[in-house]
T-cell receptor
Framework: DGGITQSPKYLFRKEGQNVTLSCEQN?????MYWYRQDPGQGLRLIYY???????QKGDIAEGYSVSREKKESFPLTVTSAQKNPTAFYLC???????????????FGQGTRLTVV | GQQVMQIPQYQHVQEGEDFTTYCNSS?????IQWYKQRPGGHPVFLIQ?????EVKKQKRLTFQFGEAKKNSSLHITATQTTDVGTYFC?????????FGTGTRLKVLA
């Protein structure tokens, strides 16, 4: 079955540690995205990538880093520089790498990160 | 930068009542998409509107795109408990989706 997979579902991290969230898709999509969602809040864009080996900062990139070495993978690292990392992280993908997006975004199940 | 706001932020309705959420963009949109996120789940695509003044229906859900392509609405007729969740609109920015702030709907049985 085609889809987008995030792992792990729940993640606990000690303050001061870096942690990497996995996102893999087998939909052959060019574009991938990372969003952060806080309780009762909307989706805020962290990073996005339109093509392999290229990515752009979103609205809240500070304290995060990404890589796009393979089309199907877009891991997100939450660094110790991120002041409030506890949140629900959602990865998404969409087919095109075009300027105007006219297809839907497919989301993974999300990773709930808690800093202890 | 481009912003997409939604109102209301929260809405509690009795089962059987109607519900409407409104989406407003600071700039003209090429298209508007709507997503539903169930509690504890992830956003799932509902529909896309492209044309000015477009209206689309999915059973009890009616979606509308404004004439100026800067606003949109989602109306649910006779809500059911299965409608519970957060509804997001999303506009297309340059190479990315700009999501609205969302409206959380609670349906009381």
């Amino acid at each position: 079955d085609g889809g987008i997979t995030q792992s792990p579902k729940y993640l606990f991290r000690k303050e001061g540690q870096n942690v990497t969230l996995s996102c893999e898709q087998n939909l052959n999509h060019d574009a991938m995205y990372w969003y952060r969602q806080d309780p009762g809040q909307g989706l805020r864009l962290i990073y996005y990538s339109q093509i392999v080996n290229d990515f752009q900062k979103g609205d809240i990139a500070e304290g995060y880093s990404v890589s796009r070495e393979k089309k199907e993978s877009f891991p997100l690292t939450v660094t110790s520089a991120q002041k409030n990392p506890t949140a629900f992280y959602l990865c998404a993908s969409s087919p095109p790498g075009q300027q105007v997006l006219n297809t839907e975004a497919f989301f993974g199940q999300g990773t709930r990160l808690t800093v202890v | 930068g481009q912003q997409v706001m939604q109102i209301p932020q929260y809405q509690h309705v009795q089962e059987g009542e109607d519900f409407t959420t409104y989406c407003n963009s600071s700039t003209t949109l090429s298209n508007i998409q709507w997503y539903k996120q169930r509690p504890g789940g992830h956003p799932v695509f509902l529909i896309q509107l492209v044309k000015s003044g477009e209206v689309k229906k999915q059973k009890r859900l009616t979606f509308q795109f404004g004439e100026a392509k800067k606003n949109s609405s989602l109306h649910i007729t006779a809500t059911q408990t299965t409608d519970v969740g957060t509804y997001f609109c999303a506009g297309s920015g340059t190479y990315k989706y700009i999501f609205g702030t969302g409206t959380r709907l609670k349906v009381l049985a």
